[in-house]
């Protein structure tokens, strides 16, 4: 069982817009770290999506955005698009800088 | 453009040492100030994040597997390496190495290599 929390899966149709959420604890996003956010698409290596709370690394669509609120951190797609399909990871770390992450969400566009 | 690759044994023997190298490539691993790191997916699971070094030495080590875990780096050979002892079945998994960059991002990734523990 993951220390942070994720929905195990979300659905939208092309067009639309989705939230994954993730849910820490004050040991960990609520300690002010930092939540990332990656996508894994079937048979590849995860890819960087979101860092640092809410910035997208170069060639990352504007589509995907990443916000943090206390304990919790959230990634939103707008304009789903076939090609989003995929599981999508946050991460975060604790106070003895031991890496966390979240149990994964299975996107589904309908 | 950073570069990793792991290699290592695919098969290992129950109660052995599981070994992996990720040769990185494109850069120094010991230019700039990065933490390289493992992480682990066992087949149709999450990912687990496993552990990290710093190019000085310095290392964080998931808490569930430190009596276990240990990495380490050559910065002569641009290697950085995972030892992961006692294995059991529950340790079969696709098995990645990383760089933690900006903001402690994993912001590369090597491709994976798949590690079965098996007799």
Do not use: M
């Amino acid at each position: 069982q993951s220390v942070l929390t994720q929905p195990p899966s979300v659905s939208g149709a092309p067009g639309q817009r989705v939230t994954i959420s993730c849910t820490g604890s004050s040991s960990n996003i609520g300690a002010g770290y930092d939540v990332h956010w990656y996508q894994q698409l079937p048979g590849t290596a995860p890819k960087l999506l979101i860092y640092g709370n809410s910035n997208r690394p170069s060639g990352v669509p504007d589509r995907f955005s990443g916000s943090k609120s206390g304990t919790s951190a959230s990634l939103a797609i707008t304009g789903l698009q076939a090609e989003d399909e995929a599981d999508y990871y946050c991460q975060s770390y604790d106070s003895s800088l031991s890496g966390l992450f979240g149990g994964g969400t299975k996107l589904t566009v309908l | 453009q950073v570069q990793l690759q792991e290699s290592g044994p695919g098969l290992v023997k129950p109660s052995q040492t599981l070994s992996l190298t990720c040769t990185v490539s494109g850069g120094s691993i010991s230019s700039g100030s990065y933490y390289w790191s493992w992480i682990r997916q066992p087949a149709g699971k999450g990912l687990e994040w496993i552990g990290r070094i710093y190019t000085s030495g310095s290392t964080n080590y998931n808490p569930s597997l430190k009596s276990r875990v240990t990495i380490s780096v050559d910065t002569s050979k641009n290697q950085f390496s995972l030892k992961l002892s006692s294995v059991t079945a529950a340790d079969t998994a696709v098995y990645y190495c990383a760089r933690d960059g900006q903001w402690l991002a994993l912001d590369y990734w090597g491709q994976g290599t798949l590690v079965t523990v098996s007799s």
